[in-house]
């Protein structure tokens, strides 16, 4: 896209009309609430659309307002999150919400600066709650919209770059609409989402294509730039199984760290080059007891 004000003028008209027509009827779009765009916004991390409209109506069910939110026990929010992942969620949701009960009487704040402040809410989520819930001029940059900016225009630098993340975002504030940031940044999701897909794009169907670089190049299988994933690390765990009259023994995680605050079976993780040996002695001296290995 060239930077002029005639394609910006294009690019903004055509999204938004093809939103208007196009976009899916999701329960999070009827609503200005800011409490469940909130929620809807921290289930949508890492969690496709279809499981997250499953929890939403899950989670608002339990806690249909922050204040409920804010007074259950953290255990009981894990209890509504079971089975959805990424636990810490779930805790930064609780945490934020009393933070938002002491701190703010009980109100959301407006602006992304303060909400940015919150426990689980980063610049993205911050912009999305501030824009669609209290129509402030802020641009989001999620991984749909960071997509689209890149063939929009042309950016063939790695996503992972500090340079490219200020162009990107230099391009998503550019391109706002001031006064129509909630439907635009909505428009701009729905279109990663629906059209520019990470791998083949509709781009036919696409309302922007006559100002995307991408399309007009034919790169748009090519861009984003990624770099080569890294290798996940592999932590090796010992567990047992402790059984008395018909009963387990489960111990609960910290609630800080992976899967925190959840039930699991006695265990050790293997240390260096520890071998399975040296874990079963520890994991005995911990509990008091010999573990029958089977």
């Known amino acids: 896209m060239k930077n002029s004000k005639g394609d910006r003028g294009r690019f903004q008209k055509n999204l938004l009309a093809w939103y208007r027509k196009a976009h899916r009827p999701l329960p999070w779009r009827k609503t200005r609430d800011p409490y469940r765009i909130w929620i ?4 949508l991390q890492q969690t496709r659309v279809n499981t997250a409209l499953t929890y939403y109506d899950r989670f608002l069910a339990r806690f249909p307002a922050l204040a409920d939110l804010a ?9 509504v999150w079971q089975g959805l992942g990424y636990y810490g969620r779930a805790r930064n949701l609780h945490r934020a919400a009393r933070l938002i009960e002491q701190k703010f009487g009980g109100t959301i704040p407006s602006e992304p600066a303060v909400l940015e402040t919150l426990p689980g809410i980063g610049p993205y989520t911050a912009a999305a709650i501030a824009s669609i819930a209290f129509d402030k001029d802020a641009a989001v940059l999620d991984g749909n919209v960071a997509r689209v900016l890149c063939r929009v225009g042309g950016i063939r630098d790695p996503l992972t770059e500090s340079s490219t993340k200020r162009r990107l975002k230099d391009l998503a504030d550019g391109l706002l609409p001031k006064g129509h940031a909630a439907d635009f940044n909505q428009a701009m999701m729905e279109l990663g989402a629906l059209i520019c897909k990470p791998v083949r794009p509709a781009c036919p169907e696409c309302p922007v294509k006559e100002v995307c670089t991408a399309h007009r190049l034919d790169m748009a299988d090519q861009l ?10 592999v932590r090796v765990r ?16 910290s609630l800080e760290g992976f899967l925190g605050g959840l039930w ?14 040296q874990g079963l002695r520890r994991l005995e001296k911990r509990l008091g007891h010999r573990v029958a290995v089977q």
Not at 40 to 43: A, G, N, Q, R, V
Not at 224 to 233: D, E, F, M, N, W
């Open 238 to 253: 010992l567990v047992t199984a402790v059984a008395y009259r018909g009963r387990l023994l489960f111990e609960r995680r």
């Open 224 to 233: 984003p730039i990624r770099p080569a994933r890294p290798r996940l690390p």
């Open 264 to 277: 699991e079976l006695p265990g050790v993780y293997l240390e260096g080059k520890e071998g399975n040996r």
């Open 40 to 43: 809807s916004e921290i289930l």
């Open 71 to 79: 007074g259950a026990p953290v255990e009981a929010v894990l209890l």
